[in-house]
């Protein structure tokens, strides 16, 4: 079974420039969230998807990122315009569905900006 | 709201030594708990996961946990460690209903096992 895919891997901007991250999730998890992971710091969830729908982005900072997910599959994260304090590991997982069910984490991107 | 407490940043072991890793959480309501490991420059890997019943939970690469809810703490162990093991170990728990059911991390808790 594949696991999750994210591209690019490594990404470097200066700040004020936009960015956008990819991520495929395995084959049929419905559920999709992206973390992003500060140096020294656990995950924190920015945004969760259900299907196509979001289902919490309480966390998300919609002044500067946004997310979508057509056609419930795969998902794009976006930066614009990008700040210094954005620097970190952008994550992605996947789950089947439910609270109990494991999220299936990439291998994240790790963003540096300059 | 909900948290987690990992509470050392770090833990130097020898190689074959036993090690507990610590692991405190407050929330307010019943809870899954779960520890996750991220090797370098890799995604987080599910070590083990607590639902319900047992409150010993063993899980893979010979890791085990067990829940005290008298304690809010969900402790992580292993008897005898490997180089393998060094990496970043986190603790998360999730909520079962409204806003806490988001997976919530602690800050982490680094590994490193010495020859």
């Known amino acids: 079974e594949a696991g999750v895919a994210q591209s690019p891997r490594y990404k470097i901007i200066e700040k004020r420039q936009s960015v956008a991250f990819w991520c495929n999730p395995i084959?049929?998890?419905?559920?999709l969230y992206w973390y992003q992971q500060i140096l020294g710091q656990g995950p924190k969830l920015l945004i969760q998807?259900?299907?196509?729908?979001?289902?919490?982005d309480s966390q998300l900072p919609k002044d500067r990122f946004s997310a979508e997910r057509l056609k419930g599959v795969d998902s794009t994260l976006k930066i614009q315009p990008a700040k210094l304090e954005d620097s970190a590991v952008y994550l992605c997982?996947?789950?089947?569905?439910?609270?109990?069910?494991?999220?299936?984490f990439g291998p994240g991107t790790r963003l540096t900006v300059l | 709201a909900q948290s987690v407490t990992q509470l050392d940043s770090q833990v130097p072991v020898f190689e074959e030594a036993p090690v507990e890793l610590r692991c405190n959480y407050s929330?307010?309501?019943?809870?899954?708990l779960f520890w996750y490991v991220q090797y370098p420059n890799q995604g987080l890997q599910l070590l083990l996961k607590?639902?319900?019943?047992?409150?010993l939970v063993k899980g893979i690469n010979g890791f085990e946990a067990e829940f005290n809810k008298s304690q809010t703490s969900f402790h992580l162990r292993k008897p005898s460690v490997h180089i393998s093991d060094t990496a970043e170990y986190f603790c998360?728990?999730?909520?079962?209903?409204?806003?806490?059911?988001?997976?919530?991390f602690g800050s982490g808790t680094q590994l490193t096992v010495l020859p």
């Open positions: 084959s049929g998890h419905a559920t």
């Open positions: 997982a996947s789950s089947s569905s439910g609270a109990a069910d494991t999220q299936y």
């Open positions: 998807f259900q299907n196509n729908g979001v289902v919490d």
């Open positions: 929330s307010s309501v019943s809870v899954y």
């Open positions: 998360a728990v999730r909520g079962l209903s409204g806003s806490a059911r988001q997976l919530t």
């Open positions: 607590y639902l319900s019943g047992s409150t």
